[in-house]
C-alpha cells in the first residue's frame, strides 16, 4: 500500500463545502420527515456548537431549539458557553435542570455525597481513582468499561455518568414529540470509532450532522463557522464527573487520535500508522482494542444470525 502521507494532511477539509452539504443535510432531513425544526442539546462544548450553528444556517433560528440540561456535576462555564452562542444566533433556548430527576432516580448515589462535596477536591479524587485502577489492572477505566466488567467501583461509576446522557435524550425527545422536531445529534467519527459514547443516550438522535467528521475536523468546521473562541479552544470534556476531560479518559489527544483512526480505517498496518503518525505501535494497539472493544455499540442490538 502506497504511503498516505503526512497524516495531519490528510485530514484537512473543505470547510465551505462541507458546510454546505451538512446545511442541505438538515433541511432535507426535515422536509422529508415532515418536521417543523431541529433540537439541539446544548453542552457548551465544540460538537454541539457546530451542530447548532449549521442548524440555523440550514434552518433559521426561528426553527431550532436548544436545551441546556444541567445536573449538580456540571461546570457553570459550560452553561454559559451555550449561552454565547444561542443568543448570538438567536436561538430559543429551555433549561431543565435534571438534579432533581437524576436524585430521585438514586444515581448520585453510585458514588459517596462526600467525594463530590466540593468540585476541586472532586476533579482530584476522581482523578485519583482513575489512576489507581489503571495502576492496579494495567488498563484505563474508559477502554475496561467498553465491555462488561466486574469491578464495584467501575461498575457505580458507569451507571452514574451513562444515565446523564440517557436522561438527556429522554428530555430531547419530550421536546421533540411536543413540537414536532428532529433531534439533531452531536456525535463525531471519533467518537463513534472508539465508543466515547453513552448507548442510547448521546448516539441516540434523528440525524447526526457530525459523524462523518473526525473530532479534528469539526474543529476546521467550527472555525470557518466562527465559533467563538472561548469553545473551540478549551478542553473538550463530557461534563459529566468533575476533573475528566476527553484526554484525560481516553489518554491521547485528538490531534494523535484522529491520525491514527485515519490509518485503521484504511486498513494499514499498525508499523506503518505508527511511523505515519510518528506514535509508537503500543498507541496504535490502544486505539486498535479501543474500537475493538466498542464494535457492539455500534451494531446494538445484537441479533441471532
Do not use: C
Not at 494532511?9 to 425544526?37: A, D, Y
Not at 451507571?159 to 411536543?178: G, Q, T
Amino acid at each position: 500500500m502506497p504511503k498516505m502521507g503526512l497524516m495531519p494532511e490528510r485530514l484537512k477539509i473543505e470547510p465551505e463545502k462541507i458546510s454546505q452539504e451538512l446545511k442541505t443535510f438538515i433541511k432535507t432531513s426535515v422536509g422529508n420527515l415532515n418536521r417543523e425544526g431541529v433540537v439541539v442539546g446544548l453542552s457548551g462544548g465544540l460538537d454541539s456548537s457546530v451542530v447548532l450553528a449549521l442548524s440555523v444556517a440550514a434552518l433559521g433560528s426561528n426553527k431550532v431549539l436548544g436545551l441546556i440540561m444541567p445536573e449538580r456535576d456540571s461546570s457553570q462555564d459550560s452553561e454559559s458557553d451555550a449561552r454565547l452562542l444561542a443568543e448570538t444566533l438567536g436561538v430559543r433556548v429551555e433549561k431543565i435542570d435534571l438534579t432533581p430527576i437524576l436524585g430521585e432516580m438514586g444515581i448520585y448515589k453510585h458514588i459517596p455525597e462526600a467525594v463530590f462535596a466540593r468540585k476541586k477536591i472532586a476533579g482530584a479524587a476522581v482523578k485519583g481513582s482513575y489512576k489507581l485502577y489503571t495502576g492496579l489492572t494495567g488498563e484505563r477505566p474508559f477502554l475496561s468499561g467498553l465491555e462488561g466488567t466486574s469491578s464495584g467501583l467501575l461498575k457505580r461509576a458507569n451507571a452514574y455518568y451513562r444515565m446523564k446522557h440517557r436522561l438527556r435524550m429522554v428530555i430531547l425527545y419530550s421536546y421533540a414529540e411536543r413540537e414536532n422536531l428532529l433531534v439533531a445529534g452531536t456525535a463525531n467519527r471519533t467518537e463513534f470509532l472508539i465508543g466515547f459514547f453513552v448507548m442510547y443516550g448521546d448516539s441516540a438522535a434523528d440525524i447526526m450532522p457530525l459523524l462523518p467528521l473526525y473530532k479534528t475536523q469539526v474543529r476546521q468546521l467550527a472555525e470557518f463557522l466562527r465559533i467563538p473562541d472561548r469553545i473551540i479552544k478549551k478542553a473538550p470534556s463530557p461534563d459529566l464527573i468533575p476533573g475528566i476531560t476527553d484526554e484525560f479518559a481516553i489518554g491521547i489527544p485528538y490531534e494523535k487520535l484522529d491520525p491514527i483512526l485515519l490509518g485503521l480505517d484504511a486498513n494499514m498496518a499498525m508499523g506503518e500508522i505508527a511511523a505515519e503518525t510518528g506514535v509508537n505501535q503500543k498507541t496504535v494497539a490502544y486505539v486498535k482494542e479501543l474500537v475493538k472493544r466498542s464494535e457492539h455499540m455500534r451494531t446494538s442490538p445484537l441479533v441471532p444470525a
